[in-house]
């Protein structure tokens, strides 16, 4: 099992380009989460996804979209990368049927100059 | 709406010794669990800790315990002989009942410090 896998690792973008990070997962998780960590910070919810086919928003979901494309997969896009969303991004997934652990993937460094 | 809250930016604890880092929560959820997560200068988040909102006794995992006080809605860690490998970031983190879909919510963390 890999657990939960991210790509890219790292990313340096240009104010308003675009981009996909991609999340998955293969522990079959119902739910799975989006969450960004500044610098010296806690981790912000972003968007979540309880199950597939459904998603919702976290404490800072603007700039960014979502996408469950599968029971496996969970997509952030931000649509015109601002210097304000530098940042790690953390994929998390958790069975979804019972207060268990949340697993993480290794992150996602982006850059936007 | 859910509110986690770590007061404590930094602390500092003498090897071997015994060290508990603040953690409170506000929830309207009667049906809720709380989590630790220590977040190593590499990065990872690894998993320390569980609570639930109806366990009538306090979680415990090896040198980790949680000092859970549901009506002062706290939620401390409490690390015994603390150990160098112990320094690192610490994040207090609640999950709310499944109807909203296991929405979790970290805390700002406590950076800890242990000194030989």
């Known amino acids: 099992n890999a657990g939960v896998t991210q790509t890219p690792k790292f990313q340096v973008l240009k104010t308003g380009q675009s981009m996909t990070l991609q999340c998955a997962q293969d522990?079959?998780?119902?739910?799975m989460y989006w969450y960004r960590q500044d610098p010296g910070m806690g981790l912000r919810l972003i968007y979540y996804?309880?199950?597939?086919?459904?998603?919702d928003k976290g404490e800072v979901p603007n700039g960014y979209n979502v996408s469950r494309l599968n029971k496996r997969e969970f997509s952030l896009r931000l649509e015109s990368a601002a210097p304000s969303q530098t940042s790690v991004y953390f994929c998390a997934s958790i069975r979804g049927d019972s207060y268990n652990e949340q697993f993480f993937g290794p992150g996602t460094r982006l850059t936007v100059l | 709406a859910q509110k986690i809250t770590q007061t404590q930016p930094g602390m500092f604890v003498q090897e071997k010794e015994a060290v508990t880092l603040d953690c409170t929560y506000d929830t309207s959820d009667q049906s809720y669990g709380l989590f630790w997560y220590k977040q190593p200068s590499s990065g990872e988040m690894i998993f320390l800790i569980y609570?639930?909102?109806?366990?009538?006794q306090n979680a415990t995992e090896g040198r980790y315990s949680l000092n859970f006080q549901k009506a002062r809605k706290s939620a401390n860690l409490v690390i015994s002989a603390s150990q160098l490998g112990d320094s690192a970031m610490y994040f207090c983190a609640m999950r709310e009942g499944g109807t909203g879909g296991f929405k979790t919510i970290f805390g700002a963390g406590t950076r800890l410090f242990v000194k030989a």
């Open positions: 996804s309880a199950s597939e086919g459904t998603t």
């Open positions: 522990m079959n998780h119902n739910s």
């Open positions: 609570q639930g909102s109806y366990d009538e």
